[in-house]
T-cell receptor
Framework: DSGVTQTPKHLITATGQRVTLRCSPR?????VYWYQQSLDQGLQFLIQ???????AKGNILERFSAQQFPDLHSELNLSSLELGDSALYFC?????????????FGPGTRLLVL | GENVEQHPSTLSVQEGDSAVIKCTYS??????FPWYKQELGKGPQLIID?????GEKKDQRIAVTLNKTAKHFSLHITETQPEDSAVYFC?????????????FGGGTRLMVKP
């Protein structure tokens, strides 16, 4: 158990809908990362937050957004969902979000868009 | 941006044999190289990492080597056991103070036959 928690474990929804994925980092970690894992794209970095502020952005679609709250939990919002958004979404956390820090991954949320 | 290639995509070994997985990266500024193990239905778990000021690192049956000149790094697992069966991912990071996004390889499915 990495200490990173994610809810829900599974999510089934329809195209065009909006969902929210939630992540709680390890105790003491200030930085949160979101990754998407799909069969055709592999594991891809989406976005990083540090202490409530956006720190780095990857190939995140405009339909996707995230935020980190004062209690350090983070939410990833996915809107206007398409079939191709079906994937595993992982949250990871690290202490300061700086170079060479170990990132600890949560168990993931499996999203299925029908 | 950074690009990480990983080979082979599948690897089958007999219990007790060694397994080697190789990765190459494109950005010479990358300075942090973690390896993750992902079991079915779980999130990636860090098994070993290496930083660019080190050429080799060992942890019991697992070792990682880094060749900065050639821009490649490898994972070596000795005396493989059935519980080593999983998907292994290499990753690279430029590891800036301002951010720590990981770029992952495509993964290697390791099967250890008893």
């Amino acid at each position: 158990d990495s200490g990173v928690t994610q809810t829900p474990k599974h999510l089934i929804t329809a195209t065009g809908q909006r969902v929210t994925l939630r992540c709680s980092p390890r105790s003491g970690d200030l930085s949160v990362y979101w990754y998407q894992q799909s069969l055709d794209q592999g594991l891809q970095f989406l976005i990083q937050y540090y202490n409530g502020e956006e720190r780095a952005k990857g190939n995140i679609l405009e339909r996707f957004s995230a935020q980190q709250f004062p209690d350090l939990h983070s939410e990833l919002n996915l809107s206007s969902l398409e079939l191709g958004d079906s994937a595993l979404y992982f949250c990871a956390s690290s202490v300061l979000g700086q170079g060479s820090e170990t990132q600890y991954f949560g168990p993931g949320t499996r999203l299925l868009v029908l | 941006g950074e690009n990480v290639e990983q080979h082979p995509s599948t690897l089958s070994v007999q219990e007790g044999d060694s397994a080697v997985i190789k990765c190459t990266y494109s950005d010479s500024a990358s300075n942090y190289f973690p390896w993750y193990k992902q079991e079915l239905g779980k999130g990636p778990q860090l098994i070993i990492d290496i930083r660019s000021n080190v050429g080799e690192k060992k942890d019991q049956r697992i070792a990682v080597t880094l060749n900065k000149t050639a821009k490649h790094f490898s994972l070596h697992i000795t005396e493989t056991q059935p519980e080593d069966s999983a998907v292994y991912f290499c990753a690279a990071s430029i590891g800036l103070r301002a951010g720590n996004m990981l770029t992952f390889g495509g993964g290697t499915r390791l099967m250890v036959k008893p």
